[in-house]
């Protein structure tokens, strides 16, 4: 606590010297002591072997940069101008985040990820379906695309006509990425080759042009941030190449933000045509090539529109400044999230919709077809508010902790490490707001447990996930 508090406490007292105003004082007193806070728990966690693939540090680093490091970077640049409630924001990311890492402290274990494949070589078994896997999954974003389901190239009355199977279209579409991992965890596992290796590349290939056709640009990162996970648990080491993600960054934001724009103006009633397709995104690539700046300008630029939208916190400081916040809350209750995903709209007609951070882009005076992101701290705080923020938090740090330590009781076989990738994705989203959060949580996970049955059989009784394990102590 001592190694925490000093450190602390003198950068706190050495802003209230130098300081211009309290406003900056709070603000940095509080952005200290979130980073401070944060590499302690990060420390008390460890990051040795595979201790960085937890799902608790994995979430704190990227609250560092959604939260903190882009924020400061968008103040520095002069995107946001300091204001009481971009303090109050912080203040309240802070008290969140201190319940969070108190309940994963609270029922932390000694937990370690070890990955154990079942055998050296891929079976006909896997490499056939993870082939069926990638066939549905691209057929099923094919048809989304073509009768204009997909994201930002939706065509509004297609989704309406079709609403009541838009989730069985996504819950489809995602087979994409589940044969990515699949494919990933043979290839890298165990150097396997032939059909399960160009599934591996074909899926990879589609997951990222569909995630651009999308629009949408998270689309486009996960597929290479769930390959980097992958390698990191097989190889037990982080790949070179991943340190090049930021960058990548700095190249897909300008374009989506083109790709957007074009969209929205006129060329969305094309976009569902391999020609029209072939015109919007020449014409974003070209937008975003030659803009009227020099190069210098345009990397600037560039940064700047992916600073201002990883900023979560300016998020939280929009929803903290409506008039009245509460007024985002729809007919969606958090009691009732687990059972969204498993009842089809199609049988539940009263249904709610689960479009917060839609109703939150209406609220800011954005196009409803838009997504704000509402957060969780942010939707808390709607739902709650500061007390809420603090349990609630607790409460998912709590949860998520528990789930570490369930899933590293141990070891990892290839059916262990699909099921803990894929609920990676939904459960350090910062985006959502909680009960978007929980029911995706609670779909991936079912899904993903199906779909491991299906690709690699009934399990079999030994020290491997999902059987009887052994503890790590007796290995």
Known sequence: MLAVSIPAGIWTISNLLVAGNSQSVAFNAATGWFVVLAFAYLALHGLKKLAWCSITALLTFRALVEFIAVPIWQFASGGDQLDSVFVHAMVLILIGFVAFWAGSLIFMRPTLLRFAPDGQHTSNRV???????????????????????????????????????????????????????ISALEVF?????????????????????????????EQILLPLILIV?????????????????????????????????????????????????????????????????????????????????????????????????????????????????????????????????QRLSAALGHPDTSSAAVTPIGDLYTLYGTVGVVIGMFLYGICLQSYMNWICRGLLSERGVFVYLSLIVPLINLEHDIVALIAGAVQFGIVAVVISYVIYGRPIHSARFGNYPRSIKAL
């Open 127 to 181: 490499a056939f379906m993870s082939a069926i896997m990638l066939a549905i999954g691209l057929s099923s974003k094919l048809v989304m695309w073509k009768f204009g389901l997909l994201s930002f190239t939706a065509q509004t009355g297609s989704r309406e006509a079709l609403i009541a199977y838009m989730e069985t279209f996504e819950l489809l579409g995602n087979l994409l990425t589940a044969a990515m991992v």
């Open 189 to 217: 596992g165990k150097g396997s080759r032939g059909l399960i290796k160009s599934v591996f590349w074909l899926s990879i290939a589609f997951s990222v042009i569909f995630g651009a056709i999308s629009g949408m640009k």
């Open 229 to 357: 996970l992958v390698y990191g648990i097989t190889k037990r080491r982080i790949p070179r190449s991943a340190f090049l993600l930021p960058l990548l960054l700095m190249v897909i934001y300008p374009f989506m933000n083109a790709y957007r724009v074009n969209l929205s103006n006129g060329y969305l009633s094309q976009a569902t045509t391999l020609s029209g397709l072939r015109d919007v995104l020449s014409k974003s690539f070209v937008d975003v090539a030659f803009s009227h700046s020099d190069t210098s300008d345009q990397a600037k630029g560039a940064l700047d529109i992916t600073a201002s939208r990883l900023s979560l916190l300016a998020y939280v400081h929009d929803i903290i400044g409506l008039p009245a916040p509460s007024l985002l809350n729809g007919d969606e209750q958090v009691w009732l999230a687990p059972l969204y995903p498993l009842i089809p709209r199609f049988l539940w007609k009263d249904k709610p919709v689960l479009n917060k951070g």
